[in-house]
């Protein structure tokens, strides 16, 4: 029997190439504690985002932000996405390794992925990262596969949206 794995182990956001977010997570459950209104939501939503989530309704704090990058654990091994502070459909940059590596890494080292592919032979970022996890695709009855965003949406209900939104019903 075979496991797949996705672990999110590191997360950091910058403004303008200073890091202002580096967070170190541990395997298991990892609370995101402070007082009312210091920034657990927004760390949520960047979470949501550098994993895929279509995301664009930023606070005023975070939109001065530039970019996320993360490092997860894969079934495959170490992935770090970058994704600029953007739009929903905001492409995300993966280095196939661990964050040290991928911070000394040249662009080349990196490879760009759209958030929903445009044709069959184009990989989206949902296919890379199930396929890096061992996660098999799942065709929609539209025809499409299900999309990492799909699957957070499941999974993260920022408090913005009503429960009802999470999943279209009918």
């Known amino acids: 029997m075979s496991f797949s794995l996705l672990t999110l182990k590191r997360l950091c956001i910058f403004s303008h190439a200073r890091p202002v977010y580096d967070e170190q997570f541990h395997q298991g ?9 210091s920034g657990k939501s927004t760390i949520a939503d960047f979470i949501f985002y550098v994993l895929g989530g279509e995301f664009d309704e930023w606070k005023d704090k975070a ?4 970019e996320v990058r993360a490092e997860v654990a894969t079934t495959s091994g170490p992935l ?25 890494s040249p662009i080349e080292g990196w490879e760009r992925y759209p958030i929903r592919r445009n044709t069959d032979k184009q ?23 299900v999309t990492a965003h799909q ?9 913005r949206t009503p429960a009802l939104g999470c999943c279209r019903l009918g």
């Open 29 to 37: 459950v990892n609370i995101i504690r402070g007082d009312n209104g």
């Open 63 to 66: 939109s001065l932000c530039t």
């Open 80 to 104: 770090t996405l970058r994704r600029l502070i953007g739009t929903k459909q905001e492409p995300i940059t993966v280095f196939f390794g661990p964050m040290a590596g991928a911070i000394n």
């Open 123 to 145: 990989l989206g970022f949902s296919q890379v990262l199930f396929r890096a996890c061992g996660i098999p695709e799942a065709p929609t009855i539209e025809g499409g596969n």
């Open 151 to 159: 699957i957070l949406r499941l999974l993260y209900s920022d408090q």
